[in-house]
């Protein structure tokens, strides 16, 4: 049932929850508070029920009976102040409040805006944000980019990226279709002493990125729109091609890279960006949303950064995320920049700046720049369990039956130390901090489809919120280390190797609305190293050299070999990886990707029963393609806007 989304303004934020009843929504206090409002703040300041509703009422103009002024007026309500549980310091402070209007107005303004917008007390947004606060955490920096063990390069799937989502599916697979994982081409283009140290394609993507140890980047894969920088569009590029920057070719060498449905970005080891490929929603970055495609790579816009005449750069950029049509990027300092479609609350703004194009049409507020985002929130009974405190029944909600979230006071400090984008929603890890007592954040936003923001809803979010489940004393020696987001799921592993799965990736079933200890690998004593999510497979792979996926594989992304079913409704063994030690996967659309380590003989007898595939070996289906162009069926630079039915 299609779900209607809302802007979000301010620092209190909101997402779908459960209503409330009527008896506690109704408003008894201006800003839209209700009585459980009421009743928190009674709570929480030991004042009785009547005397808070004055408080409100009063609306900081002070009421007339203190220590100092008996007397309640007219007003019953006033004269609930006069009782002795008022005659202490607050009561004072709102005697004397109305003198002291003047100096505290534009302090307090920006939560009033925030209140009247939703509806709701600044007081509230204040108090609580204050009384979860645990100061800012001092973080163990530079951020990295990714890090993987070096080795060799296998797919699983098809090469011929123009089929999966449109054509059917052969019966007998062909010699560039893979039905388990197979090297490419180890000798024939990468050399034996070349090693791959990054992986990259995404669960909307029919195209990839492979860096090796040296720096250098190749792309294959789809290429309708020209995200692979080679110049030229074409259908599929089926060899994996050496990309470069247009004029500094083999001066840049490269170590992240991030793939979306419609483009690529590199990340530069000198700390600078480059994109290429599908602009409709500004997802390149480049600063110019009128440009709707590009065909070669070119330097993104960064907000604050500047290039020194050394080549260093001031805010150097470590990491990449892209969605279908968003991009997210970290820089060495852990803070996060988005830019493209604000949809769902991509951008993490607090937004998506819906507005009507047509009758049935609806356009969004996207962003075609890197721009920083540093508002980072939980929701209001978050901050309330891990203050100590509990819960009123119908409370965490306001009176539309939406969850109340507040800031976090060190949101403009907090570092993240990596990230990963699904079709429509991130997901980010915190920096590890210095002292190490500090147990990692977990922060999720975008589309809440299937519940794969871990919040036990399905309801978007416009800022990272903290994913509450994944912290507590469970994970005080067990934190969170990396996450990896699918189409609508998100897997999180610990330092000791459990994955915990959130969302949907199979066609049938039940959605997991909570995140949820995959037990069968727990269970087995399994210490997971490597996770991986796509449109519709899920993988993990063990320290002990144990690969297992599960969920629908119909080019064989799943990796079961010839067959075998291209389905698993629980994990299911990858034979041919068996004893393989692989440090990374990568799921896409119609393919996998791994990292297999080649270090000693033990791996490369594990390696014999790997089968492999050279240029040789797919130079019919090469001479194909070459005579195969773009059908245009899926491009974007088509579309004059993104929009959807109301």
């Known amino acids: 049932m299609p779900r209607k989304r809302k802007s979000a303004n301010g620092t209190e934020v909101s997402s779908s929850g459960h209503p409330r009843s009527s008896s506690s929504s109704a408003v008894l206090a201006p800003g839209g508070g209700t009585l459980s409002d009421i009743a928190k703040l009674s709570h929480t300041l030991g004042l009785p029920v009547d005397a808070v509703t004055a408080i409100m009422n009063c609306q900081g103009q002070g009421v007339r009976s203190s220590r100092r002024s008996a007397g309640g007026g007219d007003d019953p309500t006033a004269a609930a102040a006069v009782d002795p549980s008022m005659m202490n310091v607050w009561g004072d402070f709102m005697a004397e409040e109305s003198a002291t209007t003047t100096t505290t107005t534009a302090a307090a303004s920006t939560n009033d805006q925030a209140a009247a917008s939703s509806k709701q007390p600044a007081a509230t947004i204040t108090a609580t944000a204050t009384a979860t606060s645990s100061g800012p955490r001092s973080y163990a920096l530079p951020i990295e980019p990714p890090k993987s063990t070096p080795g060799l390069l296998a797919q699983t799937g098809t090469l011929d990226a123009s089929v999966p989502g449109r054509s059917a599916i052969s019966k007998s697979p062909a010699t560039h279709e893979f039905e388990c994982p197979t090297l490419l081409f180890p ?50 590029v089926p060899l994996p091609t050496e990309l470069s920057i247009p004029g500094e070719e083999g001066e840049i060498t490269f170590v992240a890279a991030g793939v979306g449905k419609y483009h690529t970005i590199l990340v530069a080891s000198n700390g600078l960006v480059y994109a290429s490929g599908g602009n409709v929603c500004g997802q390149l970055g480049i600063n110019n949303a009128g440009v709707k495609q590009i065909e070669k790579f070119r330097k993104c816009a960064v907000m604050g950064q500047l290039e020194e005449e050394d080549g260093e750069v001031n805010v150097k950029i470590v990491q990449v995320a892209c969605g279908e049509e968003v991009s997210a990027l970290l820089c060495s300092s852990g803070h996060l920049y988005t830019t493209g479609s604000s949809e769902y609350g991509l951008l993490g703004n607090g937004e998506t700046g819906e507005y009507i194009i047509t009758a049935g049409r609806l356009g969004y507020a996207n962003c075609a720049k890197f721009m920083r985002r540093s508002i980072f929130v939980q929701s209001e009974a978050d901050a309330t369990a891990a203050a100590g405190g509990t819960t009123a029944v119908g409370g965490g909600v306001d009176s539309s039956g939406k969850v109340k979230c507040v800031s976090l006071e060190d949101g403009g400090q907090i570092s993240l130390a990596s990230i990963s984008c699904g079709k429509n929603h991130f997901v980010a890890i915190e920096a590890a901090t210095t002292s190490g007592s500090d147990v990692p954040r977990v922060f999720t936003w975008g589309s809440g489809d299937y519940g794969c ?194």
């Open 187 to 236: 000798t024939s283009i990468f050399g034996p002493n070349t090693k791959i140290a990054h992986i990259a394609t995404s669960p909307t993507a029919c195209h990839s990125v492979a860096i090796t140890t040296d720096g250098m980047a190749y792309g294959w894969g789809r290429n309708e729109t020209g995200q692979l920088g080679l110049g030229y569009t074409s259908a599929v």
């Open 453 to 646: 923001l871990g919040h036990g809803i399905q309801a978007d979010e416009y800022y990272p919120r903290l994913v509450g489940a994944l912290r507590g004393p469970i994970f005080a020696n067990n934190h969170p280390v990396n996450a990896v987001a699918g189409s609508n799921c998100t897997l999180v592993r610990t330092k000791h190797g459990h994955v915990y799965y959130v969302g949907k990736h199979r066609q049938v079933g039940e959605a997991t609305m909570r995140f949820t200890l995959i037990d069968a690998l727990a269970n087995n004593s399994h210490n997971v190293v490597a996770i991986g999510a796509g449109s519709a497979t899920v993988f993990c792979s063990t320290k002990a050299g144990v690969t297992v996926s599960w969920g629908m594989g119909s080019h064989g992304e799943l990796g079961y070999g010839t067959g075998e079913n291209k389905s698993s409704a629980k994990p299911k063994f990858v034979n041919v990886l068996d004893s393989c030690l692989v440090s990374a996967v990568a799921c896409g659309m119609g393919h996998t990707l791994f990292l297999i380590r080649n270090e000693d003989a033990e791996d490369a007898k594990a390696l014999k029963k790997v089968p492999k595939v050279e240029k040789d070996d797919i130079a019919q289906f090469v001479e194909q393609i070459k005579g195969k162009k773009s059908d245009g069926a899926d491009e974007p630079a088509k579309k004059k806007q993104k929009s959807k039915k109301k």
